[in-house]
């Protein structure tokens, strides 16, 4: 049981409060992009591309034009009039907002048509006639890597070939020492499948450009609104939108996890024909834009290698990786991190010798390569170092609980530096692991299911003891577009001793305005309903760096705490005048100071406050506000131990998720309904990829999935009963010792379930699938092998 | 839903809504539960500029029980099939197709009407009404007609139904004592189409001889297919593995199923001959029961 400092009056950290932001959302009054309706507002839809590599011949607008309701459709070649036809992205590549002339991949932009009504702008979408001269699509990145290949991107002047950027950690010589000397080595292709993210609310903004004034309104669905005012600043500076000139806000939002960081061509274009025509432009994608061509996620082909003895020591892993990044570089990484953080694929294991590299390569798909619900690539490196772990204990014949046992980093061993570099704050994996198999029964399932394939019946058990890296992070190391990966607080108490708190991050869902109260409310003894939350207004927020990579925790958390704290010492010094006692003779109690031995002499955070207007020293600054931009010591590294049990129907492949364990260390929790909630959510998204979700593509680079009909997002149907769990071990270097927690269970979760299907199967010679793991891909799987109907 | 401008109509009688669709013929579509429609016109693969909503029309929407006749009017939802009394008393089959239809939301919309005129194999009742026999009753200027449900699916979207025509109800003959049914789908995710889907109903005399079969078959075939071979195999037989072992055989290499994304066409067949053999097992526990 969490000990809670803060009475349930005060509801700081520990306690189950009920979300405040709840109010409004479960009376529909959530106040959404699209709710926003402006006078003369303009209605943008836009008309895409149905070949994934073409060039454009000629676009007629004069049938759109004449649709009633239309009154403008730009095209590349209007934009390129004011230079706005092209545009970084996050990853300092460059990316068309409209094209000129080529076409990169099926459902990108080519025209936007302006119309007084949503149903107007539509028709003339479907009237704008555009001719194309269908070109062969590269679609396998593989071949996209062969010297033989076109180059796809002809506009950066020099190109020769089709490979973005490599990228390598680790020690390569030393790695191929201990593989050519190691008694057992194990290899696996594998593929973590490009898919998407699917919030439930779609992209889009509404862009009010005030020609009198020269200042733009950007409504829009922002994770990060700040680092995008920098970014348009960046990119319309030179037509006089600087950036005290644009105000981004960021409303309500339906989900982001990574698709709502990047900047889409949609955006430009409404800023754009805003500024042009001098009137708001909203612009919603609908469900098939979303899903067809916002950034896409994962898309990473792995070859996986781990070398051990017979006994199951882990000696060492070698990782190679090809990443299609589809046309362009859009994925949202750290600068220095083009892979991410995918070097955290040493896992929870304590060996000292590895090498991970990766090559990124352009193909005629959707740009992006957006970390989903995931800090950067973990998702796939964990994946990696799970499946690689069974695949082990399967190749030596050792239970794959025990082997991983034998080879966790130790408790006392942490701080604990990592063969790629990372250092892991804390942990304690076999607590962790040990707790998870006392509450699935591990050693009743493991004789369970002896018995059954006795009998020929298929069950499965499936582990994956992971380590996170998140909360992104120290300056030194981490920076998006050279702006450092702090985070902000400010927090100002009004006379009356209740709060505003503004901070640098967005909730898209994970319940800031009630998690940043309570951790204010532990720091203050400030009741946390009497602290209100404001995010994602860039003119009265302090600069962030936004919400994603479970980082709002680990750094935009610390800043409220230790801005907190500021207030909390200039408290002190009131209290000491008031009380006419040496601030040295207080003591803190969480709403109070007192005096030592004498605890009738006494003042409230209230009483404080009010005396910092209305009573204070001489020589005291009045008033009592305090902001912090918090610069992180180093990362956190959350962990998870999870069980999955499967039942299969050897006659359909049918996969029945029977049990699902999950143990989290997410350090010290804030709210643990919400920490429950959000585990709930991400080991959803994790059934997601490993037995439902991928973009399909066809050889000419048709999506075969574009609607939600065959993009299978998985439904509380399909979600098993998820049975969880803690450990804590707190962050040492975090002020709270929270690490984060929002994506361990979507990074955790795919390889448990793979790794109980795989051992179910294993019987069979099946060593591998590549998720997702579907009924028909273990018929088949079984079929090859010869052991349907057996 | 951003579909193209259409002109809404939403006659009060039967007479007025044929008179609708004869007068704007092919320009005009039916709105029912709207669960296929609606879809359609959204992603514009629809465009019909005259709706028609029969929803106002009184006397579409009944299940009872006339001269050994079950009928069951075209406007009748899903929901109103899964849980009506008269329907679990003589076909256990509709509680297994209705639960594997969509979702409660859309259960509570779409009617078993709409499901059958729509004309896609894909659909779940047009197997069901073949394992049953039923017939379906269209009225238009001229009146109503019956057709035999052999006679009803003639293609992609297309069926027995004639311009003017309104699908008005579904007669199955009440089953004699000794009969049992059963239905089954594999699908991807919950609301998905059948990946293959197989509905069975039989008639067994008291020594276990089976005296009637009717197998109907879901997206395994371009329409909706009866298994006749599969029925013959067990028609004055006993069920026996053999029996069924043949009924499932014939099945599986009759249909014709597509491969996609939810399978090969070898796996679906195989999932066909699965299915069969699950559902004749079922139907036959629910006749000792």
Redesign the interface.
């Known amino acids: 049981m969490i000990q809670c400092k803060t009475s349930k009056a005060i509801s700081g950290m520990g306690h189950s409060m009920k979300r405040k932001e709840d109010i409004r959302f479960i009376q529909g009054r959530g106040h959404y992009v699209d709710d926003i309706k402006l006078d003369g507002m303009l209605y943008m839809d836009i008309t895409r591309s149905p070949y994934a590599y073409a060039k454009i011949k000629n676009i007629d607008i004069s049938e759109a034009m004449k649709v009633p309701g239309v009154v403008a459709v730009i095209t590349g070649k209007d934009l390129e009039k004011y230079n706005l036809h092209w545009m970084p992205t996050i990853m300092s590549d460059t990316q068309m907002v409209l094209p000129t002339d080529t076409v990169m991949y099926q459902a990108q932009e080519v025209a936007a048509v302006i119309a007084t009504s949503r149903y107007a702008a539509r028709d003339g979408r479907e009237a704008v006639k555009v001719e194309y001269e269908p070109m062969q699509a590269l679609v396998d990145p593989f071949k996209a890597m062969d010297p033989s290949s076109p180059v796809l991107r002809t506009d950066k002047p020099g190109k020769t070939d089709n490979h973005i950027w490599h990228w390598e950690a680790g020690d390569k010589a030393k790695t191929e020492k201990v593989f050519s000397e190691a008694a057992v080595v194990v290899k696996e292709q594998m593929h973590i499948p490009r898919i998407h993210v699917s919030s439930i609310e779609t992209c889009g903004c509404v862009a009010d450009y005030d020609k009198i004034n020269n200042h733009l309104t950007m409504y829009m669905t922002t994770q990060a609104p700040h680092v995008l005012r920098t970014v348009f600043a960046l990119v319309a500076g030179h037509v006089g939108l600087t950036e005290e000139k644009i105000r981004v806000v960021s409303p309500d939002i339906g989900g982001g996890f990574g698709g709502k960081v990047p900047v889409y061509p949609g955006y430009v274009i409404a800023i754009a024909v805003s500024f042009l025509v001098g009137k708001p432009v909203k612009w919603i994608e609908d469900r098939s834009e979303n899903l067809q061509a916002d950034s896409f996620a994962r898309d990473y082909h792995i070859t996986a290698e781990m070398a051990g003895t017979k006994e199951g020591k882990i000696l060492a892993t070698r990782f190679k990786v090809l990443a299609d990044h589809g046309y362009t570089d859009a994925a949202a990484n750290p600068s220095k991190y083009p892979a991410g953080l995918f070097s955290i694929a040493t896992g929870s294991y304590d060996y000292g010798t590895a090498f991970v590299e990766a090559d990124a390569v352009y193909t005629n798909k959707p740009p992006g390569g957006v970390a989903y619900r995931c800090s950067f690539r973990v998702t796939e490196a964990v994946h990696a170092i799970e499946r690689m772990t069974d695949r082990y204990a399967l190749e030596i014949g050792k239970d794959p609980a025990q082997l991983r046992m034998d080879n966790f980093i130790k408790k006392e061993d942490f701080p604990w530096h990592s063969p790629t570099g990372w250092i892991y704050d804390s942990g304690d994996y076999h607590a962790g692991l040990q707790k998870a198999m006392d509450v699935v029964g591990y050693a009743d399932l493991r004789k369970e299911q002896v018995e059954k394939r006795a009998k020929g019946e298929l069950m499965g058990i499936g582990i994956s003891t992971f380590t996170e890296i998140v909360g992104a992070g120290p300056s030194k190391d981490f920076d998006i577009l050279g702006i450092k990966m702090f985070d902000s607080a400010e927090i100002r108490v009004h006379p009356t001793g209740k709060a505003i708190a503004r901070f640098g991050t967005k909730s898209q869902g994970q319940g800031h305005e009630t998690t940043y109260a309570q951790i204010i409310a532990e720091e203050l003894g400030i009741p946390a309903e009497n602290i209100q939350v404001e995010e994602g207004d860039t003119d009265t927020a302090p600069y962030g760096l936004g919400t994603y990579a479970s980082r709002s925790t680990p750094t935009a958390g610390a800043a409220a705490a230790v801005a907190a704290r500021k207030l909390r010492d200039k408290a002190r010094k009131i209290a000491a005048y008031l009380l006419e006692v040496s601030e040295d003779d207080l003591e803190w109690e969480p709403g109070k100071f007192f005096v030592k031995g004498a605890p009738e002499k006494v003042k409230t955070i209230q009483e404080l406050v009010f005396a910092a207007y209305t009573n204070f020293p001489q020589g005291m600054e009045a008033g009592f506000e305090a902001t912090h931009y918090y610069d992180p010591p180093n990362l956190t590294f959350p962990s998870g131990a999870y069980i999955c049990v499967v039942d299969i129907d050897k006659e359909t492949g049918g996969i029945h998720v029977r049990r699902f364990v999950a143990i989290d260390d997410c350090g010290h929790i804030i709210n643990p309904m919400i920490v429950q909630g959000q585990v709930h959510g991400g080991l959803t998204q994790g059934i997601a990829p490993a037995m439902y979700e991928e973009l399909i593509y066809d050889e000419a680079g048709n999506i075969l999935n574009g609607t939600l009909m065959d993009y299978l997002v998985p439904t509380a149907v399909e979600s098993p009963k998820w049975e969880t769990g803690h450990v804590v071990t707190p962050s040492p270097h975090h002020p709270i010792g929270a690490k984060g927690v929002g994506e361990s269970p979507t990074v955790g979760s795919p390889p448990a379930i793979a790794n109980a299907i795989i051992d179910a199967l294993s019987p069979f010679g099946i060593t591998h699938l590549d998720i997702p793991i579907t009924p028909f891909k273990v018929w088949k799987a079984l079929k090859e092998k010869g052991a349907y109907g057996k | 839903m951003?579909a193209?401008?259409f002109q809404y109509a939403s006659p009060g009688t039967l007479a007025e809504a044929i008179s609708m669709l004869d007068k704007y013929g092919e320009d005009a579509k039916v709105l029912s539960g709207g669960h296929s429609l609606i879809p359609m016109m959204k992603?514009?693969f629809a465009n019909p500029e005259w709706l028609i909503d029969i929803n106002g029309i009184p006397n579409l929407a009944h299940i009872k029980e006339e001269g050994g006749v079950i009928k069951i009017g075209a406007l009748t939802r899903e929901a109103e099939i899964e849980h009506s009394d008269l329907l679990k008393k003589y076909f256990p089959i509709f509680a297994d197709v209705t639960k594997l239809i969509a979702?409660p939301q859309v259960r509570n919309r779409g009617t078993v009407g709409g499901n059958l005129a729509h004309g896609d194999a894909a659909n779940d009742h047009p197997a069901v009404m073949l394992a049953l026999n039923a017939t379906i009753v269209a009225t238009g200027s001229n009146g109503e007609r019956s057709i035999a449900i052999d006679e009803f699916f003639h293609g992609f979207y297309m069926t027995a139904l004639e311009h003017g025509e309104i699908l008005t109800e579904i007669q199955i003959p009440e089953p004699p004592a000794g009969t049992g049914s059963a239905y089954h789908k594999?699908e991807?995710?919950?609301?998905?189409y059948a990946?293959a889907g197989v509905a069975v109903q039989l008639t067994l005399d008291s020594k276990g001889v089976c005296t009637a079969a009717g197998f109907g078959l879901t997206n395994v075939n371009p329409v909706p297919l009866r298994a006749s071979r599969s029925e013959k195999a067990l028609v004055g037989k006993s069920i026996t593995d053999e029996t069924i072992a043949e009924a499932a055989k014939y099945a599986s290499e009759d249909c014709s199923p597509s491969s996609d994304?939810?399978?090969?066409e070898e796996?679906k067949r195989?999932?066909v001959a699965?299915l069969v053999k699950r559902m004749i097992h079922k139907a036959v526990e629910r006749i000792s029961k």
């Open positions: 951003i193209q401008s992603l514009r979702d594999l991807r995710k919950v609301g998905d990946t994304l939810r399978g090969s796996y195989a999932m699965v």
